[in-house]
T-cell receptor, first 110, second 114 residues
Framework: EDQVTQSPEALRLQEGESSSLNCSYT??????LFWYRQDPGKGPEFLFT???AGEEKEKERLKATLTKKESFLHITAPKPEDSATYLC???????????FGSGTQLTVLP | EAGVVQSPRYKIIEKKQPVAFWCNPI?????LYWYLQNLGQGPELLIR????????DSQLPKDRFSAERLKGVDSTLKIQPAELGDSAVYLC????????????FGPGTRLTVL
């Protein structure tokens, strides 16, 4: 059974204080690992897809990396508008649906 | 380009009443998903459609839940009768299909069963 565990559950940062969110996963053959951002009352918003260990992708202050067992979402010099819940999900080669973690709720204080 | 559209955004009903949710996917997306999201949790798949065909409905509680996707475009998810434990956010997503295709989500319908 595919599993995704995200840590920490919640993270509070001061504006400009860089940090990382962790996503540990087990999957029977990884097709892709996905990062989404979810604001309160909204649906998940796509950020990145990573396909193989060693791959990295960047978007503004966010950088996602992937190993064979986990992925990290690095946030550099965050701003209050980066506050949201960040969801990690895996897609197995044998399936199309995403298996999500419970998310990390990030709060960036001004 | 318009994203995934869902309606209603909010619904409050009494237990044992029926309820229906509607989804219009991104134009050209053949694959449509319905997910359920409980508070503080990630979304969980209920059903996946490839065009008009439901190809994965193993997580759909078929005694009370039903879904359809007529003409391979819009989709409706129905609950009858609703139970207190059905209170959650119901998300619709769509994708083009193929290798590593990205799923794009709608805003969801928040259901409250009293």
């Amino acid at each position: 059974e595919d599993q995704v565990t995200q840590s920490p559950e919640a993270l509070r940062l001061q504006e400009g204080e860089s940090s990382s969110l962790n996503c540990s996963y087990t999957v029977s053959g990884l097709r892709g690992l996905f990062w989404y951002r979810q604001d309160p009352g909204k649906g998940p918003e796509f950020l990145f897809t990573l396909y193989s260990a060693g791959e990295e992708k960047e978007k503004e202050r966010l950088k996602a990396t992937l190993t064979k067992k986990e992925s990290f979402l690095h946030i550099t010099a965050p701003k209050p508008e980066d506050s949201a819940t960040y969801l990690c999900a895996v897609q197995a080669r044998s399936a199309r649906q995403l298996t999500f973690g419970s998310g990390t709720q990030l709060t960036v204080l001004p | 380009e318009a994203g995934v559209v869902q309606s209603p955004r909010y619904k409050i009903i009494e237990k044992k009443q029926p309820v229906a949710f509607w989804c219009n996917p991104i134009s050209g997306h053949n694959t449509l998903y319905w997910y359920l999201q409980n508070l503080g949790q990630g979304p969980e798949l209920l059903i996946r459609y490839e065009n008009e065909e439901a190809v994965d409905d193993s997580q759909l509680p078929k005694d009370r839940f039903s879904a359809e996707r007529l003409k391979g475009v819009d989709s409706t998810l129905k609950i009858q009768p609703a139970e207190l434990g059905d209170s959650a956010v119901y998300l619709c997503a769509s994708s083009l299909g193929g290798e590593g295709d990205t799923q794009y989500f709608g805003p969801g319908t928040r259901l409250t069963v009293l």
